[in-house]
């Protein structure tokens, strides 16, 4: 394997997050700080952020919108942040608020936290608990907080969360 920054070789996605574990409000801050350095085209930074920290109003909302099976786990986070685009080019900013959010990831993972992104979640009614403004589209909630127990979690997600990790040669992911 070629040489790579340990932020990204230890960077995953865990399901098992510590339920008695918060986030400070300088790792939060460090965390948007990161998203708002992004690449983003022209510098327009066609993201935003709703913030919710465990059992807060907007931590509620958020969690609310995820489907069930996802709230199991996804409630044992500290903090549930969603990413959100404010329109224009919907492909670019979409593309753009990827970035962020990888960006807010890799900055958890230099802070010893972990984040799991989601984009299977009740967009439109998200949209409407949170109040945002109709050119505003939630696009992914990212869940971040410190490890838990992964015992702790149902049989399924277990094995999926202590299975090893694969990834795809990079020779299958060359198109030419």
């Known amino acids: 394997m070629a040489d790579l920054t340990p932020l ?27 998203a708002r350095w992004a690449p983003s085209a022209e510098n ?28 199991g786990w996804a409630r044992n986070a500290a903090t549930l942040v969603v ?8 492909e670019r900013a ?5 970035q962020a959010i990888a960006h807010l990831t890799l900055q958890a993972t230099a802070l010893g936290l972990h984040v799991r992104q ?4 009740d967009q439109a009614g998200l949209a409407t608990e949170l109040d945002l403004p109709g050119a505003v589209r939630p696009l992914v909630v990212a869940a971040v907080g410190r490890l ?3 015992f702790a979690l149902p049989p399924d997600l277990r094995a999926r969360e202590i299975g090893l990790r694969r990834r795809r040669p990079v020779a299958d992911l060359l198109l030419a």
């Open 8 to 34: 990204l070789a230890y960077r995953w996605s865990p399901w098992a997050f510590d339920p008695s574990a918060e986030l400070t409000p300088d790792e939060a801050a460090s965390l948007l700080e990161a």
């Open 44 to 71: 327009r930074q066609p993201w935003r952020f709703a913030v919710g920290h465990r059992e807060d109003e907007t931590w509620k909302r958020i969690l609310i919108s995820l489907p069930g099976s996802d709230q």
């Open 83 to 90: 990413g959100a685009h404010t329109g224009g080019d919907a």
């Open 94 to 98: 979409a593309y753009d608020l990827g």
């Open 118 to 121: 989601l984009t299977r979640f």
């Open 148 to 150: 838990g127990d992964p």
